[in-house]
């Protein structure tokens, strides 16, 4: 039997990236043939897939690939940060980019199979067995546009792809380059408020509607005083109507003395008498400013554009000084890991647990 030496180990080790330990086995099963024993490897590595197949992998990156005007985003998840950090798995992600980029595939996600539409098993598997930790190819989304423009913020933790038409300079890439990085830091649900179907626009109607009755001291006086006046005629106990005698020349403290029973009561009342106060042309416009707020917030093209040197322009104005023919037409943001599932480490319980204790 040939004599395995600590630089055939090495060797070994650096082809394949397993444990010192298992390449030294390796090379004891196979006399010393190093071509062998990484086939060894990589059979007991496809067995180790098979185990880690049942971890949770909800960490990782995301990653963007561009040609043209079109462009990708990826997201692979290993199980640790450490792990997406890690050089192999970065470049491992870029390949996934790529690959993504050169489908027909438009865009695929979580239930689908990544593996089979990118063909990458043996890619995966590799590294797998290189990282010693389950990786999972879990979704990419491509744009196109006539400028198209990408944004990574935290190192991975956040893709963001944007598409528009009407100009294709590089001024224009400059400016969704900088519409990007709002979407990363904002988060905008919508591209502009004609993106928010007539069912979902009715849907945030009703909730801050019922969201202002259930806070009835946020209501126009007028209403709120009609409540209380039903709530002190039967619905109050005595001991918080005293209170509000004895507080009402300053409502705005009122709330800190009621019991929780007094406002809860109080919320009720407004709820019953939903029809009616939804009718007061007050109450209304305070519904409608509260969703045009709201609006403000989730579509991209109303939200005060970060960068915005008076604190006030839109986005929509920030574009519209760059070029009036310029529309944004798709956006694309990865969050890594959400809607995963993360496993709480407990570093010591598991040592413990190996340990036999």
Same mark, same amino acid.
């Given at each position: 039997m040939a004599a395995i030496?600590?630089?055939?180990?090495? %060797? /070994?080790?650096?082809?394949?990236?397993?444990?010192?330990?298992e390449c030294k086995k390796a090379l004891t099963e196979t006399d010393g043939n190093i %071509?062998?024993?990484? !086939?060894?490897?990589?059979?007991?590595?496809a067995a180790k897939v098979e185990k880690k197949a049942s971890r949770i992998a909800a960490e990782g990156i995301a990653k963007v690939a561009i040609s043209g005007n079109?462009?990708?985003? &990826? %997201?692979?998840?290993?199980?640790?940060d450490f792990v997406a950090k890690n050089e192999v798995f970065q470049e491992f992600v870029q390949d996934v980019a790529n690959k993504a980029l050169a489908t027909n595939v438009e865009e695929a996600g979580? =239930?689908?199979?990544? &593996?089979?539409i990118l063909d990458m098993k043996a890619e995966l598997d590799d590294k797998t067995l290189k990282i =010693? %930790? $389950?990786?999972? /190819?879990?979704?990419? $989304?491509? +744009?196109?546009? *006539?400028?198209v423009a990408s944004y990574i913020h935290g190192g991975g933790r956040i893709g963001v792809l944007v598409a528009a038409d009407g100009d294709s300079s590089d001024a224009a890439k400059e400016a969704l380059t900088n519409v990007a990085m709002q979407i990363a830091a904002m988060n905008p649900q919508?591209?502009?408020?004609?993106?928010?179907?007539?069912? !979902?626009?009715?849907?945030?109607? !009703?909730?801050?509607? !019922?969201?202002?009755?259930?806070?009835?001291f946020s209501l126009p006086k007028p209403i709120?005083?009609?409540?209380?006046? $039903?709530?002190?005629?039967? +619905?109050?106990?005595? *001991?918080?109507v005293a209170i509000y005698e004895e507080k009402k020349t300053n409502m705005n403290?009122?709330?800190?003395?009621?019991?929780? *029973?007094? $406002?809860?009561?109080?919320?009720?009342?407004?709820l019953a008498d939903k029809a009616a106060i939804s009718e007061n042309k007050i109450f209304s416009g305070l519904v409608e400013g509260r969703i045009s707020k709201q609006l403000k917030e989730i579509c991209l093209l109303d939200q005060t554009y970060v960068k915005a040197e008076d604190g006030k322009q839109t986005v929509a104005a920030y574009l519209a000084s760059v070029n009036k023919a310029l529309v944004v037409t798709k956006m694309v943001r990865f969050e890594v890991g959400e809607g995963l599932e993360k496993k709480n480490e407990d570093f010591a319980a598991e040592v413990a647990a190996q340990m036999g204790k």
């Open positions: 030496t600590a630089s055939m180990v090495k %060797e /070994l080790r650096e082809m394949t990236g397993a444990g010192m330990m %071509e062998a024993a990484v !086939e060894v490897l990589k059979k007991s590595g079109t462009a990708v985003v &990826v %997201e692979v998840n290993s199980e640790t979580d =239930g689908e199979d990544l &593996v089979t =010693g %930790e $389950k990786l999972s /190819l879990r979704r990419f $989304k491509k +744009v196109t546009g *006539e400028a919508y591209i502009s408020r004609n993106d928010i179907s007539t069912d !979902e626009l009715a849907k945030l109607r !009703e909730i801050t509607l !019922e969201s202002a009755l259930n806070d009835p709120l005083q009609g409540l209380i006046d $039903k709530a002190v005629a039967g +619905v109050w106990t005595a *001991e918080d403290y009122l709330p800190n003395f009621l019991s929780n *029973e007094a $406002k809860t009561a109080l919320a009720q009342l407004a």
